[in-house]
């Protein structure tokens, strides 16, 4: 089995970044300051539908390792830039297929004020993260199931007015995951595990699990519930936080 690399993207330099995108015009009630709001139903729909572009101008410099987005119907190439300051650099690129599955891209940390995002074709975008992520410590037993082969279906069932069954029909697919983390050291869990927890106690959180895999081993985390830090053997420390886990993939699994 190869080795697992864990990252967690929760913390993103987009939440207080002026933002400015082109096209300029967007959907009633869609501006693209809802790719930030940390509800998932809400979205960012530029048009008229097509290549599009975002710039984030951050409030100083800030260390940036990782892009995220979930809940989007991009296709073709996705591209990360950095504004060196002089000119944009591209750090990271992959494509999408319009299936809405979710895309974690990463890179060597890179200190930047500005960041763009390009799409070749986009009509609808609800989250997007960007910034530093926190990848957990190598050598770890996560101890997780695979978010990809535990996506159980959500069933709605059909019923006429006159209350004849009609079947049921598949809604969307997703996994309700523990991740837990062991023999950790109190210093860890006090720089990098509390801040992330006070943070996605209440908004969602994208995890990327397998580097071969990689862009495609990633899910949006959502409903997180952190269990009780619990102190092991020699003062090390066990942590965990449970979630639903939703990989985008419109109509499969």
Known sequence: MPEVFPRLGWASALDDALLSANPTDFAAESAVAN???GR???FWQPLPAGPAELIADLPGPRTTTYAALAGHDAAGAITVEI???TAWQTVATTTAD???AVRYLTWPPAVTTRLRFRFDHLSFLSTLLAGEDLILPEGLAPGWSDPDLA???KLNAE???GGVWLGARIEFWDA???LN???LTPGWVRTYWRPFQRACATRPFVLHWHQTDWPDSACLCTNADFGESAFSTNGFIDVSVSFTAELGRRGQP
Request: charged fraction near 25%; hydrophobic fraction near 25%; proline fraction near 4%.
């Open 35 to 37: 790719i930030r709001d």
């Open 40 to 42: 998932t139903w809400s």
């Open 83 to 85: 504004w060196t300051g």
């Open 98 to 100: 319009g299936s809405g």
């Open 151 to 153: 996506q159980r279906p």
């Open 159 to 161: 019923i006429s007015r």
């Open 176 to 178: 309700t995951l523990t």
């Open 181 to 183: 983390l062991k023999r």
